[in-house]
């Protein structure tokens, strides 16, 4: 038995195309056992790291259609309650005029309170003391509750675009990129192990996926401590060994 020099698949030993990508095969050198192991075990960690990049990608999409829908709900909201508040404060004046005057709340005690026109609440002719509400404005509370709405949903909008939307763009950009290696690795080992000898992609993956670096660490050990397998793999790829 042999694998398909493209996409790894098994053949016969005397079959020219692949059964199962079409690929046709043809007559290099042998690959000892050994080293076919090599290119199964970058294959295996290859796919891994496809798993990795590609669930990192969907997830921070989908936190990327939460964040941004979540913001414009609660700007939504926010805005409704401020606008809901400037309309109410807008009337009332009209409301405390109307209740200004003198009420007498006991005529035989002689306690008494009034709201002059400035909506300032005397007590037996004399302004309420320091300390006790006055001129109380339940509107400008809404008021400030809807800004704040709108402060954290300006907050969410942003970082589902500045943070989750390029995070997503990215990891699935690499995941094409790991499906071109393992399509050409049976094929031409060099495109894939020049990728995992790469240390830039280690601290590519650290900032953007975690995951994704365990396994771009273990075959880029692998991959520098069997140099000499891999160019005899190269070798035979390219048919330099009879």
């Avoid at 921070?60 to 939504?76: E, F, Q, S, Y």
């Avoid at 302004?127 to 006790?132: A, D, I, S």
């Avoid at 942003?158 to 943070?163: D, E, K, P, R």
């Amino acid at each position: 038995m042999k694998k398909c020099i493209k996409c790894g698949a098994e053949l016969d030993d005397g079959a020219a195309v692949c059964r199962v990508c079409g690929e046709t095969q043809k007559n290099k050198a042998e690959i000892a056992d050994g080293d076919r192991a090599l290119l199964d075990r970058m294959m295996k960690f290859l796919r891994f790291e496809h798993f990795a990049w590609k669930l990192k990608g969907i997830l921070c999409l989908v936190c990327t259609i939460i964040m941004i829908a979540g913001g414009l709900i609660i700007m939504l909201c926010g805005t409704g309650i401020g606008v809901m508040s400037l309309v109410r404060a807008a009337g009332a004046p009209e409301q405390q005029q109307q209740q200004s005057g003198r009420m007498e709340i006991d005529p035989s005690s002689g306690f008494s309170f009034e709201i002059d026109k400035d909506g300032q609440i005397l007590i037996n002719n004399a302004p309420l003391q320091r300390g006790e509400p006055q001129n109380a404005d339940p509107y400008s509370v809404f008021l400030t509750f809807g800004v704040l709405f709108i402060i954290y949903s300006i907050y969410f909008i942003t970082m589902g675009l500045i943070v989750y939307l390029p995070h997503a763009i990215i990891n699935l950009k690499l995941l094409k990129k790991v499906e071109y290696y393992e399509n050409t690795l049976y094929s031409d080992v060099s495109i894939a192990r020049k990728r995992c000898t790469s240390g830039g992609m280690i601290v590519f993956a650290a900032i953007f996926n975690r995951m994704a670096l365990i396994f771009i660490i273990i075959n880029f050990v692998k991959t520098r401590k069997n140099a000499a397998a891999f160019d005899r793999i190269e070798a035979a790829q390219k048919g330099e060994i009879k």
